[in-house]
């Protein structure tokens, strides 16, 4: 059971006293923060810390335990800030580390947990270290620190090896050097403004480990590690041959540069710095692995405390896909001890509400409306379905508002550097990232004084913070409600287990203890016992003679208690 939080609770120390609260990540429900998209407090259409300061009692309001703030680090933004150039500064786009700091202060005075992004895959080509291989030339020892190899051919006008890139193209570039002639490749699995580090050699691994102390020192709770499944690489760089397209390997293969078991000794020498610090701080993954029970190798006991399900963020809205994957995860994180996490949106994927506007079968990035208000009759099906669910969940911005993606952006605003690569990649990401409203009129709907990066569609001033507030019928006032519920219920959060009980073919019933949950995936109203009194509902249901009528695409919790 969660500790219940309040505004009139003692101010904590920081990092936060966790003696009411052990173990306080197994059932932590975590709100992500993309900032510049959250809040812009100096009206220059971006948003920033004192922005998300700012806003930190609304998100205490809304009952999460955590936040997770996207990459604010100094950046040249190549690609939206995922290639650092300097790990212990803030870009000025967002502010200083005196905002930073303050925000951190600020969130533990609220009994909110900061968790910050990591990108230990690769740098950015602007990274000092970068810089001084590329000037210092061939045999410097801080090419060594990155992938630098000849290349194949007579000349070396070849890759070294087969890889792609998974922005397209090969996953090598080839530098010039100093004297003007074609010279060594360097390995970039990303983009080429993000050279992949060697983490084979030892300053790397120091680096990273001082980087993580500063942060602690800081006093953030946890780290959300970006391509967590990456780093090291398999010996020799073989190629991965075949001639097909790698990217549809993705996630169906061990691949060489990807979910090697060396990464594991790096997350344990990691876990070793975490468990020094006071306050039960945390590691969460971004691991992209072919199974389930791969997954749960990086949230053993002595590595990372929390994985990303992305099994569950794919799959389709149809019970028995559900029930498996549901299933599935709950039983690869069981041996393990580490408790599931349950995700529908993020920053990289069309936002919920838009996908489940549409059929099955078109991935989790697409570009088209689809059915709005069946879109989002079942994104808040699928919320209060996944919050009852045991272990920790996320929510992505926006998500309270019901926010659905913005498909019809003009070309001419576009900004995913997907977008302006020629591999295919169509820029889909912008259409989550547009700024959230939180007032009904404005230049952006309250986001900042100047506009915002992105244009918000006008139908999004009746989304806003200030237009559901109150409202009971609103999605923002069901999160609210949802999420009180899950803190105060003896038997949500965490936990490792689901009793399946009996229901209707496309009907997903569980119980956990006194509390049931019962999810109508179909398109059909559909009639079942009632489980004592209902706590909440996505829709409205009808009760008689012990037999509950539940709505089409409709969520209810109940208590037997």
Known sequence: MSHQH??????????????????????????????????????????????????????RDLGVDAVWLSPFYASPQADAGYDVADYRA????????????????????????????LVPNHSSDQHEWFKRALAEGPGSPCRDRYHFRPGKGENGELPPNDWESIF???????????DGTPG????????????????????????????????????????????????????????????????????????????????HDIYRQWRLILDEYSGERIFVAEAWTPTVERTANYVRPDELHQAFNFQYLSAAWEATELREVIDRTLESMRPVGAPATWVLSNHDVTRHATRFANPPGLGTQIRLAGDRELGLRRARAATLLMLALPGSAYVYQGEELGLPDVV????????????????????????CRVPIPWTREGSSYGFGAG???????????????????????????????ALSTRRTHPDLGAGTSVEWLRAPEGVLAFRRGDFVCV???????????TYGRLLLSTGEVAETDGEAKIPSDTTTWWTTA
């Open 6 to 59: 309040s505004a009139t609770d003692p101010a904590p120390i920081s990092p936060l006293a966790t003696a009411a609260r052990s173990d306080w990540w197994r059932d932590a429900v975590i709100y992500q923060v993309y900032p510049r998209s959250f809040a812009d407090s100096n009206g220059d259409g971006m948003g920033d810390l004192e922005g998300i300061r700012s806003r930190l009692p609304y998100l």
């Open 184 to 263: 060594e490749w360097y390995l970039h699995l990303f983009a080429p403004e993000q050279p992949d580090f060697n983490w084979e050699h030892p300053a790397v691994g120091d680096e990273f480990r001082s980087i993580l102390r500063f942060w602690l020192d800081m006093g953030v709770d946890g780290f959300r590690i970006d391509v967590a499944h990456g780093m090291v690489k398999a010996a020799g760089l073989p190629d991965i041959g075949g001639g097909g397209d790698q990217l549809k390997l993705l996630g169906n293969d061990v691949m060489p540069f990807f979910d090697q078991d060396g990464v």
């Open 451 to 481: 506009g915002s990066w992105l244009p918000q569609p006008a139908s999004w001033a009746d989304l806003s913070v200030e237009s559901q507030t109150g409202d009971p019928s609103s999605t923002l006032e069901l999160y609210r409600t």
């Open 408 to 431: 019809d952006l003009p070309d001419s605003v576009r900004q995913d550097p997907a977008y302006f690569r020629g591999a295919g990649q169509d820029g889909f990401r912008d259409g």
């Open 519 to 529: 999810t109508n995936t179909t398109g059909e109203s559909i009639t079942t016992r």
């Open 168 to 178: 397209g193209g090969p996953a090598w570039t080839r530098v010039t050097e100093r």
């Open 90 to 117: 803030v870009d000025p786009m967002f502010g200083n580390l005196l905002d930073a700091d303050a925000l951190i202060r600020d969130a533990h005075e609220l009994n909110l947990r900061i968790i910050v992004d």
